[in-house]
């Protein structure tokens, strides 16, 4: 199995080592000959903006956007979430989206005071105790379309109620960063969709 982590920017590091700890050997991917490779990809938190423009600089966007297209599985987290959304709300007007998850996600959306923060959060399919999600200057879920199931919202405090985990076929985000914090379940999770995508094909 050949998973990508997206690299034009952000903690494409902590990805591939919480894959690692999924028995993956996971590589970067920062061009398209690159992105051919892969059966699938990791995209991760870092600024949208700056993703944005590196993946036009660096001739991605339509190539991952066709990928997308054509079945590829992708796990977005944070910036990565925004990347997958279709519609982005307080983004740069020249901002763009890989698209994929028919979702509006708000950037930056819990406020400058609580720019970081941790909160338990609950995922259905996930087994055990709620994550520890760390939070960044992160996005929340506004409005998901048909095809979205909400997988994750956070159980308690001031944000909660708020959706913070979607899939959408072989596409699925969080709003947090489960790379950080050392618990795997959900790259795991993610592992075993690309090789469902796989076993499927
Ligand atoms: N606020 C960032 C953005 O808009 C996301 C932050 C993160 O990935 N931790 O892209």
Redesign the pocket.
């Known amino acids: 199995m050949n998973i990508g982590v997206l690299a034009l920017q952000?903690?494409v590091r902590e990805h591939l080592a919480a894959l690692a700890g999924s028995d993956v050997l996971a590589r970067p991917v920062r061009r398209p000959s690159e992105l051919d490779d892969v059966d699938a990809l990791v995209i991760?938190?870092?600024?949208?903006?700056?993703?944005s423009n590196l993946a036009i600089t660096f001739g991605l966007l339509d190539p991952i956007r066709k990928r997308i297209a054509d079945g590829m599985p992708v796990y977005g987290?944070?910036?990565?979430m925004?990347m997958l959304a279709t519609t982005v709300l307080d983004?740069r007007p020249d901002q763009e989206s890989f698209a994929g998850i028919d979702m509006t996600v708000r950037?930056?959306a819990f406020g400058r005071q609580i720019d970081s923060f941790e909160a338990p959060v609950r995922i259905e399919d996930v087994e055990g105790d709620d994550f520890h999600a760390v939070?960044?200057?992160?996005?929340w879920v506004e409005h998901t379309g048909p095809g979205v199931r909400v997988l994750g919202r956070v159980t308690e405090g001031p944000a909660a109620g708020r959706i913070v985990a979607v899939r959408q076929g072989n596409l699925l985000a969080t709003a947090f960063?489960p790379e950080l914090t050392g618990d795997l379940r959900v790259h795991r999770y993610f592992v075993e969709l690309v090789r469902q995508a796989q076993d499927a094909r």
């Open positions: 952000g903690d991760p938190g870092g600024e949208s903006t700056t993703m987290s944070c910036a990565g925004i983004g950037r930056n939070f960044i200057r992160a996005p960063h």
